[in-house]
């Protein structure tokens, strides 16, 4: 029975890419901070869809916590078939007023967890010549962001890390997407502390079934760069055109009334 593991699967684009998997006959991993969330998951899973569905607890800002979700999960399976990174979240606020510790908790979790997770289950997948790696990124990948700072900067990490990764794994059946999703409905805009009342709030935003439900296809069609949305994706490759000083300070408008 083939295998999937969600980080960041107690909400959002997360919990709905576990669904996903699930609806595709995939057994489940689902591994969050928040316990309650995922076995509620668990149930809904092993309920609706009648896959297996397990439930890891884990802080993976922690290092040693990454370790032990890779260990943990090979008592479930030891070929893993797709990985999904979800886990992140973001900040507001201008760097030098924000919380450094929490900036610093973004890069552990954004990137360094995304990282060293993809390099557990990677080496693995290219022994077994199968598999499948989704990091979720963000069209925030394509432009500095005033504002957002060092939010922006670990998503512009992953994709590149992303489609790095996926070149060098091509040749050894194993496929790697970077998801770019625009703002989206769920839990992320309050964690990072957008204003109901501001652009992102007031805007007409995509389902996080939606974003997953797309997620899914282009990383079982094997894209590399995944952008969800057909006005994220003009906004994301107009960056190539345009002068990165203008990107930047359009970016910095956006984000001020957020």
Known sequence: MA????TGSSSGIGY??????ADEGYDVILVARREDRLLELKTEIEQNYQQK??????????????QRVFEESLAFTDNLEILIN???????????????QRNLDMIDLN?????HLSGLYAK???????????????????????????YFATKAFVLSF???????????NVFVSALCPGPTISEFGKAAKFSSKGVVGKAKLPSSQEVAEFGYKALIEGRATAI????????????????RSLSTSLTKKMISKA
């Open 111 to 115: 990137v360094r967890a995304l990282t």
């Open 86 to 100: 979800n886990a992140g979240f973001g900040q507001i606020g201008d760097f030098t007023e924000s919380d450094l």
């Open 3 to 6: 295998w999937g593991l969600v």
């Open 53 to 66: 569905a397990e439930v890891i607890v884990a802080d993976l800002q922690q290092a040693e916590e990454v």
């Open 162 to 172: 992303s489609e790095a990764l996926a070149a060098e794994l091509e040749d050894h």
């Open 228 to 243: 969800h949305g057909t006005l994220n994706n003009l906004m994301a490759q107009s960056n190539r055109f345009v002068p």
């Open 124 to 150: 693995k997948m290219k022994a077994s010549r199968k598999g499948y790696i989704c990091n979720v990124a963000s069209t925030a990948a394509f432009q500095p962001g005033p504002g957002m700072a060092v």
């Open 16 to 21: 709905e890419f576990a669904k996903v998997l």
